[in-house]
């Protein structure tokens, strides 16, 4: 498969979390090959299917699951529940057949404490890999090294008694963080790279891309001022997210380990790279500090926050974060999602079931906006978060914090096949490891003329017939009358977009004559024109040529 080293930027992702998309052997769990046996629907080469360029898979690789494969005991191999390497090519070569990318999802910032590198550093001060984890003496009276907190809850410091020091965990206590510091963890971790390179790969998206450095006198994280906006994934119940973390991420120096990171990813000219970029300032600091991490030649190729993952996503907060990510993206390119499986499903995080048609007008806009667009799995079926029950939690998150927060099993259960078959066709009958139970299957929404399954296909079949929605210029039109509506422009083609985020029907005037309306007739709210206005029913959503 032949691949143009900007391909990133025209295609449009597609994130499957493996344990939750299809269950090939019947354990629970899915696998590799239930994702190979499912491409065709994804995009089957000739046209069909739904359409995406690339896959972002969740961690699979060997793992203890404290953390659902984000805390990695070999980084260069499958976990058995997960398949084996050679059903991994075998994915990928019939990925690569259909014209579908592959990206991984790499935690580069920690390790499970089952790494053989944890285990042999922690076996005392002076070993070969003695330096590669973070690990502090005590304070004089025996106490922490600081107030770092662990996103998860609690310190960010457990006590090895073995070594008597303390060691750093910016998450779960099975999940040390290495030391970016050292050039031999920093050349490992390239060489995991290379390893996933030379196996076909086509970019990574980097867990936690800002957590890498911290700050190597220890001092403690400032509390967040009284007055200071909630963020995107502010818990209020949730101690870590009340200090700015400025010491234990966030730091400058870390663009310096991306810099390198970068230079390995240059090697190969395909390569693409996305940052998780989790902010802990108010919204025009977080998408600065993400535009930050993708602007320019020694950063990140791309680089996404969860501005848009949050509770509220209504006319006025899209409108001010997009405005804010075109004024700091520089050279940079955009990258955006509406969900993944650290939050709230879209269609009941922003209430849809109320409101149908606003989940499709907001991806709608998803796909149209400079930069590339993440879709996560079961979006384009509406599927709600599930409410999870405390006796069903898997979570560690969850666990640890119910019940003022319940974890995200809920956006996490499985992809629903069919609404005929046992386990909605996510496997033939074994119990899954969440339970299958979405209202809407992909049998459903194929029946439904203008269900949002049709409605994403019929916006990824323009988006691709256009290289202004690709790679074009970005220009807002108006903001006004609760509607959002702007332009894109690639040569002769100029394409206008426009949704409406009120549930009534506003009317605003076209910038220029209409050549062609392309407006998907599958979308539940279509907008029109007549007599040279563009009218937009309730949660509506337009696109179209203008001359």
Excluded at 21 to 41: C, H, M, P, S, W
Excluded at 428 to 436: F, N
């Amino acid at each position: 498969m032949t691949i143009g080293p900007n391909w990133w930027k025209s295609a449009v992702f597609y994130q499957i979390y493996p344990r939750s998309f299809r269950d090939a052997n019947n354990d629970g769990i899915g696998d590799l090959q239930g994702v190979t046996e499912k491409l065709d629907y994804l995009n089957d080469g000739k046209g069909g299917g739904l359409g995406i360029d690339a896959i972002w898979f969740s961690p699979f690789f060997t793992s203890p699951m404290a953390d659902f494969g984000y805390d990695v005991s070999d980084y260069c191999d499958i976990d058995p529940m997960f398949g084996t390497l050679a059903d991994f090519d075998k994915l990928v070569a019939e990925a690569h057949q259909r014209g579908i990318k592959i990206v991984l999802d790499l935690v580069l910032n920690h390790s499970s404490d089952q790494h053989p590198w944890f285990q042999e550093s922690r076996q005392d001060r002076s070993n070969p890999k003695a330096d590669w984890y973070v690990w502090v003496d005590p304070k004089p009276d025996g106490s922490l090294p600081n107030n770092w907190l662990s996103v998860f809850g609690g310190p960010a410091w457990t006590f090895d008694e073995q070594r008597g020091q303390w060691y750093m965990h910016s998450f779960l206590r099975e999940q040390p963080d290495l030391n970016w510091y050292h050039p031999e963890v920093r050349e490992a971790l390239f060489e995991v790279v290379r390893f996933w390179v030379q196996r076909g790969t086509d970019g990574f998206r980097f867990d936690t891309a800002n957590f890498f450095a911290y700050d190597q006198q220890f001092r403690d994280n400032p509390r967040k001022p009284d007055d200071l906006a909630h963020l995107e994934t502010d818990k209020s119940s949730n101690p870590f997210f009340h200090y700015l973390s400025c010491y234990s991420k966030d730091r400058p120096e870390n663009f310096d380990f991306i810099a390198m990171l970068r230079k390995e990813l240059d090697e190969g000219t395909h390569l693409t790279s996305i940052g998780e970029v989790g902010g802990s300032h108010d919204l025009e600091g977080t998408i600065k500090m993400t535009a930050d991490y993708a602007n320019g030649p020694e950063r990140l190729h791309m680089a996404y926050s969860f501005v848009l993952l949050n509770d509220l996503v209504d006319h006025d907060y899209f409108a001010t974060a997009v405005a804010l990510t075109e004024k700091h993206s520089g050279e940079g390119w955009p990258c955006w999602a509406l969900g993944n499986h650290d939050c709230t499903r879209l269609f009941s995080r922003l209430d849809c079931a109320e409101k149908p048609e606003y989940q499709q007008m907001l991806l709608g806009l998803l796909l149209t906006l400079r930069g590339t667009p993440i879709l996560y799995y079961g979006d384009e079926l509406d599927m709600p978060e599930y409410p999870i029950r405390k006796d069903q939690l898997q979570d560690p998150y969850g666990i640890r914090m119910w019940p003022e927060i319940v974890g995200r099993d809920g956006c996490r259960t499985p992809f629903p096949w069919s609404s005929s078959a046992t386990q909605q066709g996510f496997n033939s009958g074994a119990k899954p490891w969440l339970p299958a139970t979405a209202p809407n299957t992909l049998e459903d929404a194929e029946q439904e003329d203008r269900s949002t399954l049709q409605a994403v296909r019929g916006l990824l079949r323009i988006r691709k017939s256009s290289p202004a929605l690709q790679a074009g210029s970005f220009q807002v039109v108006s903001t006004e009358n609760d509607c959002y509506v702007f332009e894109r422009k690639s040569g002769s083609e100029t394409i206008l977009v426009a949704g409406n985020f009120s549930g009534k029907e506003r009317m605003t005037a076209l910038p220029a004559d209409l050549v062609e309306d392309c407006t998907p007739k599958s979308l539940a709210q279509a907008g029109r024109v007549e007599n040279g206005k563009l009218h937009l029913p309730g949660y509506g959503f337009f696109i179209g040529r203008l001359t």
